[in-house]
């Protein structure tokens, strides 16, 4: 029997983010975006050495920062520049439930260009994420048209692109 390169029930790329509070992470991941806990391994001091989540079809993989190695947090490193986008049900929904649960509004949901129906939040813990519902089925060529009339519009703003 040969051993598999991507192991079962794995994809091929899993976030794995460092949290300053990694068990109130988890239990905030589970209530706001429904995730699973799949695993969790406990570390010394009451803190969680490992965890994974399933989160739809993903794994998300999650650990509290150890300074002494490298691994820190957002926190802990004044901010990240990563943004996790994920597809949930009801973006509304989830986004509502999100900052009733302590995250902060970056990006107001609103329907984009490209089809989603989408909206930012920083999570408690310094994480990025932008929550999405697809809404409509673009073509390639109505994409593009849309999207030429977004950046002219990003143009015209004072930040600019």
Same mark, same amino acid.
């Given at each position: 029997? !040969?051993? /598999?390169?991507?192991?079962?029930?794995?994809? !091929?790329?899993?976030?794995?983010? =460092?949290?300053?509070? %990694?068990?109130? %992470?988890i239990?905030?991941?589970?209530?706001?975006?429904?995730? *699973?806990?799949?695993m969790? #391994?406990?570390?010394?001091?009451?803190?969680?050495?490992?965890?994974?989540? &399933?989160?739809?079809? =993903?794994?998300? #993989?999650?650990?509290?920062?150890?300074?002494?190695?490298?691994?820190? =947090?957002? /926190? *802990?490193?004044?901010?990240?520049?990563?943004?996790?986008?994920?597809?949930? &049900?009801?973006? @509304?929904?989830?986004?509502?439930?999100?900052?009733?649960?302590? %995250?902060?509004?970056?990006?107001?949901?609103? @329907?984009?260009?490209?089809? @989603?129906?989408?909206? &930012?939040?920083?999570?408690?813990f310094?994480?990025?994420? =932008?929550?999405?519902?697809?809404?409509? @089925?673009?073509?390639?060529?109505?994409?593009?048209?849309?999207?030429?009339?977004? #950046?002219?519009?990003?143009e015209?703003?004072?930040d600019?692109?």
């Amino acid at each position: 029997m !040969s051993v /598999k390169p991507v192991p079962e029930d794995y994809p !091929s790329l899993t976030p794995y983010l =460092s949290v300053d509070g %990694a068990a109130a %992470a988890i239990d905030f991941y589970v209530a706001v975006l429904g995730a *699973t806990e799949r695993m969790r #391994m406990p570390a010394p001091g009451g803190t969680v050495g490992h965890a994974e989540l &399933q989160l739809g079809s =993903s794994v998300l #993989m999650l650990a509290d920062e150890y300074p002494g190695i490298g691994f820190r =947090s957002p /926190k *802990t490193l004044g901010g990240t520049p990563v943004t996790l986008h994920v597809y949930v &049900q009801d973006v @509304d929904a989830v986004f509502a439930k999100a900052l009733a649960h302590g %995250a902060t509004e970056l990006r107001p949901i609103k @329907d984009e260009f490209y089809g @989603d129906r989408t909206g &930012q939040f920083e999570d408690p813990f310094g994480h990025r994420w =932008s929550v999405a519902t697809h809404v409509e @089925d673009v073509s390639a060529e109505e994409l593009e048209k849309r999207n030429e009339e977004a #950046m002219r519009s990003v143009e015209d703003t004072p930040d600019g692109p």
